[in-house]
């Protein structure tokens, strides 16, 4: 009954080797199958706007009106299925408004009177060129897509929540509990979320591969100016280069790609 | 053997202990997936995004390389391997994929896996194509928690 070393080597190599062929054979086999299909192909679509740096433009001197505010906050909530729980604590936002203070922390000087410091802006995610919140994502959930716009995957986000403490512009929302019941009137052709999910401006990602404009753009009547940033001709690049706008927090280096049009006309 | 009687009779109640489960469900065997075509709907083009042994296979794989090159490569075309071409969404899917009878209520979670009103779940009722299987399979996809389920979406 006894085998020797030599006999229990010879056996084991062998074992070795059948189970290593066996496998190499099998996912070869399922590789094949895989193949198969992979054949086919993805693209986008030919409708698509392309851009190598999607970038808004905020002109202040559209934004007179509490009203032009909400029709552009409105036009977000109603394609995007963003919940209103009623409360600041588990309030998701995704375009909303804030006052100067706020928006521009940091740069503002002591004599600033207070109906100054209160002047509302339109606030989102400025999609930055250096995103904290991506470097921030350890499941990789929020990246960085090749045309600048900061996506979000809501497949793969864990809830950690590290991402809005990363984000200086506290442009990201979690949701702390079930979302769907406080939609007002959920727009089946965009997904809801769950709980434990993070979300934020997109740009319309879903919107620009269409072809359509972001939904706020399209509601703003020319207060929001869309355009990619690396076209000369763009109109985004033609403000930005020859007139005055500023970015928020500008000295933290994440190089926002929102720029605010101000002193544009007699309001800001 | 040292205490065979009792060591045998131990084994024996054990072994008929682990596969009591086996024999107990011996004969109820659970009503297959029967209504998949019923649940389906018949469109003008009733042709699959890839053919249907292919996607019984492989729709999980087809489903995240969907995923993949709508959410995060902004590929929102697909061609598949007769060079016929759909749009990256599980709406196309939808489309023919359920009857659109039930629509489910804001709120309640996953037509997916449904079974309201069903007292074997394995025996399903629902018209949610889906739920034909994964029931039966007890595979709970989540893709309801979030996306319009089937009949919601409008286009």
């Not at chain 1, 399922?30 to 992979?38: D, F, N």
């Not at chain 2, 996607?55 to 090159?69: G, P, T, V």
């Not at chain 2, 629509?103 to 079974?115: C, E, I, M, W």
């Not at chain 2, 394995?122 to 595979?139: E, K, L, M, P």
Request: charged share 20%; hydrophobic share 35%.
């Amino acid at each position: 009954m006894s085998i020797n070393r030599r006999q229990f080597l010879r056996r084991a190599g062998i074992v070795t080797a059948l189970g290593l062929s066996g496998s190499v054979a099998v996912t070869g086999l399922r590789g094949k199958i895989v193949e198969a299909a992979a054949e086919a192909g993805y693209k986008t679509s030919s409708q698509a706007l392309n851009a190598k740096h999607w970038a808004m433009v905020v002109d202040m001197s559209k934004f007179k009106t509490e009203d032009d505010f909400k029709k552009v906050a409105q036009s977000c909530v109603s394609i995007h299925n963003i919940p209103d729980f009623g409360n600041p604590k588990d309030e998701i936002k995704w375009i909303w408004e804030d006052d100067y203070e706020h928006t521009f922390s940091g740069g503002d000087n002591e004599y600033l009177t207070d109906s100054f410091k209160e002047l509302p802006f339109v606030v989102m995610c400025n999609h930055c060129e250096n995103p904290p919140c991506v470097k921030a994502c350890p499941t990789g959930a929020t990246f960085k897509k090749p045309d600048g716009i900061v996506d979000m995957d809501y497949h793969r986000c864990i809830g950690c929540r590290f991402c809005m403490g990363a984000c200086p512009f506290g442009a990201r929302s979690f949701n702390y509990r079930d979302p769907r019941p406080f939609i007002k009137k959920i727009d089946p052709d965009f997904p809801t979320r769950t709980p434990g999910v993070v979300e934020k401006c997109t740009f319309c990602v879903e919107r620009l591969a269409k072809g359509q404009m972001p939904a706020c753009v399209e509601a703003s009547n020319g207060g929001l100016i869309f355009g990619d940033l690396d076209d000369p001709n763009s109109e985004v690049r033609k403000i930005v280069s020859t007139k005055y706008t500023i970015r928020r927090k500008t000295e933290l280096g994440t190089q926002p790609s929102v720029y605010y049009l101000v002193g544009g006309g007699d309001h800001a | 053997m040292y205490k065979g009687g009792k060591i045998i009779t131990s084994l024996i109640i054990f072994v008929a202990f682990l596969t009591f489960p086996f024999f107990y469900n011996m004969g109820k065997a659970n009503a297959g997936p029967d209504n998949l075509v019923a649940n389906t709907k018949i469109t003008a083009n009733l042709q699959c995004v890839e053919s249907t042994e292919y996607m019984k296979a492989n729709h999980m794989q087809l489903l995240n390389q969907w995923r993949q090159a709508y959410v995060r490569d902004g590929q929102t075309e697909y061609t598949n391997s007769q060079g016929k071409t759909f749009d990256v969404n599980l709406n196309t899917c939808i489309e023919c994929h359920a009857t659109g009878a039930t629509s489910h209520a804001v709120g309640l979670s996953n037509p997916a896996v449904k079974n309201v009103g069903v007292s074997n779940s394995s025996v399903n009722t629902s018209d949610q194509f889906c739920v034909s299987c994964h029931n039966y399979a007890s595979v709970e996809p989540t893709c309801w928690s979030c996306h319009s389920g089937p009949g919601e979406a409008t286009k």
